[in-house]
């Protein structure tokens, strides 16, 4: 277990505005803290007041809007992010050194800040023929967490079949957030480097990012203890 390892698996909230989260929360115990990923769908739809509302409820939020554009830009943008208080937020790697860094500054502190290396729904193979990147995937990635440690962010974001390697590469405090979970049996969707709950805990992710499994469950609050607990039990 690392030294961030947080024992709630993050839900990510990809839903399409307030009414929905609202009506998602309210099937959990009222005392129950939950740690929840705002994306792109319901920032752009629900804006800064979502996190504020997450906020005031006690809640730990993540905000995913993998910036990616050039470095003042993605300054001037953290410093807005940095006055919404959340937890965490990231970028994507691919943006380079000094974007990531830039990045860094703009928060000030406030906030942790994580890279994307390759997205979870990308395959080697898709890697090659699209990015043009000849390397194998892990390769990538653990390039990717090399220089996002070198820009002195807190980890990464990348799937659980790379956390061992990148642990390895940088340090065993190195952040690995790890989305693509999926509880044997589930759909995978478009995700393709997948792992369970279980597997991601034992090879030393520190956070999993868990969506649709619970967020399309026919009893979402049982779905998330499941998946906790399965999470939780190393
Ligand atoms: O940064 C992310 O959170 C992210 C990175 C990545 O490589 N893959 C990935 O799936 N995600 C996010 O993690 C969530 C996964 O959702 P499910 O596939 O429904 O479990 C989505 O909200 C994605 O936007």
Not at 21 to 31: M, N, P, R
Not at 154 to 175: D, H, L, P, Y
């Amino acid at each position: 277990m690392g030294k961030y390892t947080e024992n709630r698996p993050v839900i990510a909230m990809d839903f399409a505005g307030m009414d929905e989260v609202k009506s998602f929360l309210s099937k959990f115990e009222i005392d129950e803290q939950l740690y929840l990923k705002v994306g792109m769908e319901l920032f752009y739809a629900a804006g800064p007041d979502i996190v504020k509302y997450m906020k005031s409820l006690g809640h730990d939020v993540f905000l995913d809007l993998k910036l990616h554009d050039i470095p003042n830009t993605v300054k001037s943008a953290m410093k807005v992010i940095r006055h919404l208080g959340v937890d965490l937020t990231n970028v994507h790697a691919a943006g380079g050194v000094e974007m990531m860094s830039e990045a860094l500054d703009g928060l000030a502190g406030t906030t942790q800040l994580i890279a994307v290396t390759q997205l979870t729904s990308t395959s080697e193979q898709q890697m090659h023929d699209f990015q043009n990147i000849q390397s194998s995937l892990t390769d990538s990635v653990i390039h990717y967490a090399k220089k996002t440690q070198e820009a002195g962010l807190a980890g990464v974001v990348c799937s659980a079949q790379e956390v061992a390697m990148i642990k390895q590469a940088t340090t065993s405090e190195f952040i690995c957030l790890t989305p693509g979970i999926r509880p044997l049996g589930a759909a995978v969707g478009d995700q393709k480097r997948v792992m369970t709950p279980s597997q991601a805990r034992a090879i030393g992710s520190d956070f999993i990012v868990v969506g649709r499994p619970i967020t399309q469950a026919s009893e979402p609050v049982s779905a998330y203890q499941k998946i906790r607990k399965e999470w939780a039990s190393l």
